[in-house]
């Protein structure tokens, strides 16, 4: 079996993570406080809806931000070898992805407002039959990476 990869995404990744999960909880809350307004204003809900509504946003509120991140961030691992790619991400189920050097077409960066207020971005990875992500990598790294995996598919592509 082969060994894990070795290279970690920035520990800003956590923080980022957290923010949007926290701004993507803001849905839940809503649909908590409309089931409870719904339950008194129009009393056709049975009052255990609302209260289970209220229970999971709560489990989420906890979950989402402060739990969840910090598990991602440790799985994400990544390692650019000279002749592939090699991905490894997952919080309950561990994938290991190999991309081969020659299947890939193009590299990108990108950066969302987030990403941008703490520095990161994101390294994707295309081939002819999908799309690989390397995420929260600083922006100098990602930069790097991208250069570095077009030079390597390009001298592995010309030696084919």
């Known amino acids: 079996m082969r060994r894990p990869p070795n290279q970690r995404i920035a520990d800003e990744a956590i923080s980022a993570w957290r923010l949007t999960a926290i ?42 931000p402060f739990v969840f991140p910090k598990i991602r961030w440790r799985r994400w691992r990544y390692e650019v070898l000279n002749e592939e790619i090699f991905i490894q991400h997952g919080v309950l189920i561990v994938t290991q992805t190999l991309i081969p050097m020659v299947h890939v077409q193009h590299v990108d960066t990108k950066q969302g407002p987030i990403l941008s ?19 929260a990598l600083r922006e100098s790294e990602a930069a790097e990476l991208r250069d570095l995996i077009s030079e390597l598919a390009r001298v592995e592509q010309d030696d084919v």
């Open 117 to 135: 207020k703490y520095k990161l971005a994101t390294l994707t990875i295309t081939t002819a039959a999908t799309t690989h992500e390397i995420p």
């Open 23 to 64: 701004i993507f909880s803001l849905i839940p809350v809503a649909l908590s406080i409309g089931a409870w307004y719904v339950y008194y204003e129009f009393s056709f809900l049975s009052l255990w809806i609302p209260i289970l509504i209220t229970v999971l946003t709560i489990i989420d509120l906890i979950l989402s």
